[in-house]
């Protein structure tokens, strides 16, 4: 934990600070730990006052207490504009992350205006993502909810920060549509000297990837943690590890200068590998559940409306006809996509004779065998075609060295 600086903040000096235009934003870079390039950025908010630098968890709690959140947010906006058209300048096109706290979130006009920016010639929804924290839930407010319907609505991107600190956060998961999680710091500190931590990310990287959302990583620090991460499967990486938060200037000098950092498509590989598996068991599980429980009436559950048949719309099929074609001078590759499809079906079918009127259970099982038999052997080419990767890799690296 940095230590905080002894500074006596008022409104008044905030007020005054805006007045003086004495806040700024540095830019904190994020990249994808599959291609290991830098794929966006968050804004960090600053305030130079009489030379010094008072860091934001001091001002950020005086601001929001007294009711300036908006008014900061609304000054503010401006330079995070200008500070977007100057990345973009470089030549880079990234989406920039930028954090709004709950009090901005409890008044209509921040959200208006983030709005109009999107909707401006300048810049669009998909340039912008907000970082917002589970708070948003734990204050019963309609406007919150209204904001927040309003952002995604524009097409700007959703994030939880801070995940795995507080005490609600899964619930808050299925209450917005996010489609970021940012682990928090704390829990990626502690994950390479706890096996207890390391299974929590574990853990919350299994629940993302089921629910389609995906991760960042914060304060990666080493690079034993960037490694560990990116073998989980997490999609993103921010930390000192890369870089610490830039002023603007600097940022762009970053993006001319450094090079990418190294990017493995293993962790995605086992990631797809482990929903694949995941598949098999909720189907399997789907018709457990019930057929145990002979006092419900044979309606598809949650778990069943949940689960994609669609061989191409599923995760792994969006990948397979995706990012997945690099992989086709793969024998496996090829053919992975007959025995999928056939995975697929197996599981529709199952599921379509289970919830039947009259289901034959000694039928259904000999389909859960197909399944299982299909299930098997995707299993079996996705571990062939990670191999392959490896080996290609491992030639690469040679040729390289040589
Ligand atoms: P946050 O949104 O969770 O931001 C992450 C904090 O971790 C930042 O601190 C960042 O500089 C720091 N950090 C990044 N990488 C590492 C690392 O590898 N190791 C360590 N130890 N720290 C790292 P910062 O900039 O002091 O911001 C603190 C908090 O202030 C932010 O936490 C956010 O809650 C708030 N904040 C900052 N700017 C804004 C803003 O513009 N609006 C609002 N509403 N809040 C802001
Ligand atoms: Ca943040
Ligand atoms: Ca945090």
């Given at each position: 934990?940095?230590?905080?600086?002894?500074?006596?903040?008022t409104?008044?000096?905030?007020?005054?600070?805006?007045?003086?235009?004495?806040?700024f934003?540095?830019?904190?870079?994020?990249?994808?730990?599959?291609?290991?390039?830098?794929v966006?950025?968050?804004?960090?908010?600053?305030?130079?006052?009489?030379?010094r630098?008072?860091?934001?968890?001091?001002?950020?709690?005086?601001?929001e207490?007294?009711?300036?959140?908006?008014?900061?947010?609304?000054?503010?906006?401006?330079?995070?504009?200008?500070?977007?058209l100057?990345i973009?300048?470089?030549?880079?096109?990234?989406?920039i992350?930028?954090?709004?706290?709950?009090?901005?979130?409890?008044?209509?006009?921040?959200?208006?205006?983030?709005?109009?920016?999107?909707?401006?010639?300048?810049?669009e929804?998909?340039?912008?993502?907000v970082?917002?924290?589970?708070?948003i839930?734990?204050?019963?407010?309609?406007?919150?909810?209204?904001?927040?319907?309003?952002?995604?609505?524009?097409?700007?991107?959703?994030?939880?920060?801070?995940?795995?600190?507080?005490?609600?956060?899964?619930?808050?998961?299925?209450?917005?549509?996010?489609?970021?999680?940012?682990?928090?710091?704390?829990?990626?500190?502690?994950?390479?000297?706890?096996?207890?931590?390391?299974?929590?990310?574990?853990?919350?990287?299994?629940?993302?990837?089921?629910?389609?959302?995906?991760?960042?990583?914060?304060?990666?620090?080493?690079?034993?943690?960037?490694?560990?991460?990116?073998?989980?499967?997490?999609?993103?990486?921010?930390?000192?590890?890369?870089s610490?938060?830039?002023?603007v200037?600097?940022?762009?000098?970053?993006?001319?200068?450094?090079?990418?950092?190294?990017?493995?498509?293993?962790?995605?590989?086992?990631?797809?590998?482990?929903?694949?598996?995941?598949?098999?068991k909720?189907?399997?599980?789907t018709?457990?559940?019930?057929h145990?429980?002979s006092?419900?009436?044979?309606?598809?559950?949650?778990?069943?409306?949940?689960?994609?048949?669609?061989?191409?719309?599923?995760?792994?099929?969006?990948?397979?006809?995706?990012?997945?074609?690099?992989?086709?001078?793969?024998?496996?590759?090829?053919?992975?996509?007959?025995?999928?499809?056939?995975?697929?079906?197996?599981?529709?079918?199952?599921?379509?004779?289970?919830?039947?009127?009259?289901?034959?259970?000694?039928?259904?099982?000999?389909?859960?065998?197909?399944?299982?038999?299909?299930?098997?052997?995707?299993?079996?080419?996705?571990?062939?075609?990670?191999e392959?990767?490896?080996?290609?890799?491992?030639?690469?690296?040679?040729?390289?060295?040589?």
């Amino acid at each position: 934990m940095t230590p905080i600086p002894d500074v006596d903040v008022t409104a008044a000096d905030i007020l005054d600070g805006i007045r003086g235009d004495e806040f700024f934003y540095c830019y904190q870079p994020k990249t994808s730990f599959e291609s290991g390039k830098l794929v966006g950025a968050e804004a960090l908010m600053r305030w130079r006052r009489n030379g010094r630098l008072i860091p934001p968890g001091i001002f950020i709690p005086i601001a929001e207490a007294t009711g300036l959140m908006p008014t900061l947010f609304e000054h503010m906006l401006p330079h995070f504009t200008a500070d977007i058209l100057s990345i973009r300048g470089t030549g880079v096109h990234i989406p920039i992350s930028i954090n709004v706290s709950t009090e901005d979130l409890k008044v209509s006009r921040p959200v208006d205006l983030l709005h109009e920016l999107v909707t401006s010639k300048l810049i669009e929804g998909q340039d912008v993502q907000v970082e917002v924290t589970e708070s948003i839930v734990l204050v019963d407010n309609p406007q919150i909810k209204k904001s927040v319907g309003r952002l995604v609505d524009s097409g700007i991107k959703l994030l939880m920060d801070d995940f795995g600190t507080g005490y609600s956060s899964i619930d808050v998961l299925s209450r917005f549509p996010f489609s970021y999680v940012k682990m928090d710091m704390g829990l990626i500190s502690r994950m390479t000297g706890s096996l207890k931590n390391y299974r929590i990310v574990k853990g919350i990287l299994h629940l993302t990837r089921d629910l389609n959302i995906k991760t960042v990583a914060e304060g990666v620090e080493t690079n034993g943690a960037y490694q560990t991460l990116q073998m989980m499967g997490c999609t993103e990486a921010q930390g000192y590890f890369i870089s610490p938060p830039l002023a603007v200037a600097d940022f762009n000098a970053f993006l001319a200068e450094t090079a990418p950092l190294p990017g493995t498509q293993i962790g995605t590989l086992f990631s797809l590998q482990a929903g694949l598996t995941s598949h098999r068991k909720s189907i399997v599980g789907t018709i457990m559940c019930h057929h145990g429980d002979s006092s419900t009436e044979p309606e598809p559950s949650a778990m069943e409306q949940e689960i994609e048949h669609d061989p191409k719309n599923c995760r792994f099929g969006k990948w397979y006809y995706g990012e997945g074609r690099a992989f086709q001078d793969h024998a496996a590759y090829h053919a992975l996509e007959a025995p999928h499809r056939q995975m697929r079906e197996a599981g529709l079918k199952i599921i379509e004779a289970a919830y039947s009127d009259d289901p034959d259970f000694g039928e259904v099982i000999s389909m859960i065998r197909d399944l299982n038999d299909h299930g098997s052997k995707v299993d079996r080419l996705m571990s062939e075609l990670i191999e392959g990767y490896l080996i290609d890799r491992n030639d690469r690296n040679i040729s390289a060295a040589a």
